[in-house]
């Protein structure tokens, strides 16, 4: 079946610019989880959402992080005025019901502020 | 400290030797634990769960061990195609957020 969904793959902005990526998590999987990944290291969590609610949202680095889940199923995760450390891959995972079930995780957004 | 900790590597391994390494975990409350792989500019995959009472899949043992807080990951028969940074990650009790490690790196050559 179809996987993690996101786009775009790739993104480059201009520092200060806004920018928006949006997640298509896997049909059905009611979690769906944010994570930042900088260069050589491991994810890390930004937020999470149970259908639309955000019940987590204690690893956005900023109040320039937003991220939304309005209808329970695609979630954007939105950036106000870059700035150059917020390069990274953004990564998007789901997960069914339970939290001992694994995290799917979709191909990334990889960020570039310039 | 961090709470996932991982010997970065890399590990250097001849085709068709074995492998091990291990993860450290700081929160004693921590109660699923996963192995994942993550090839270069790819997404992480998971490679398997890791039960307290050890895990076997295929070529890939998992061992996990409470009291001293680590678990470790075992690559028996190694492959070309089992070059990657092997990801171990930790869920806290009644927790949702995954906590990674910063990775193993290894290369296996022929």
């Known amino acids: 079946g179809a996987g993690v969904s996101q786009s775009p793959r790739y993104k480059v902005a201009k520092r200060g610019q806004d920018v928006a990526l949006r997640c298509d998590p896997i049909?059905?999987?009611?979690?769906l989880f944010w994570y930042q990944q900088a260069l050589g290291q491991g994810p890390e969590f930004l937020t999470y959402?149970?259908?639309?609610?955000?019940?987590?949202k204690s690893g956005l680095p900023s109040d320039r992080f937003f991220a939304e889940r309005p209808e329970g199923s695609v979630s954007t995760l939105k950036i106000q005025r870059t700035q150059q450390e917020d390069s990274a891959v953004y990564l998007c995972?789901?997960?069914?019901?339970?939290?001992?079930?694994?995290?799917?995780f979709g191909d990334g957004t990889r960020l570039s502020i310039l | 400290r961090k709470e996932v900790e991982q010997d970065p590597g890399p590990f250097n391994v001849p085709e068709g030797a074995t492998v091990a390494f291990n993860c450290t975990y700081s929160?004693?409350?921590?109660?699923?634990f996963f192995w994942y792989r993550q090839d270069c500019r790819k997404e992480p995959k998971l490679l398997m769960s890791?039960?307290?009472s050890g895990n076997e899949d295929g070529r890939f043992t998992a061992q996990l061990n409470r009291a001293s807080q680590y678990i470790s990951l075992l690559i028996r028969d190694s492959k070309l195609s089992d070059s990657a940074t092997y990801l171990c990650?930790?869920?806290?009790?009644?927790?949702?957020?995954?906590?990674f490690g910063g990775g193993t790196r290894v290369l296996v050559k022929p």
């Open positions: 995972a789901s997960r069914e019901t339970g939290s001992n079930q694994p995290q799917h």
């Open positions: 049909s059905g999987h009611v979690s």
């Open positions: 959402f149970q259908n639309e609610a955000q019940l987590d």
């Open positions: 929160n004693s409350a921590s109660q699923s």
């Open positions: 890791v039960y307290s």
């Open positions: 990650v930790v869920n806290k009790a009644a927790g949702n957020k995954l906590t």
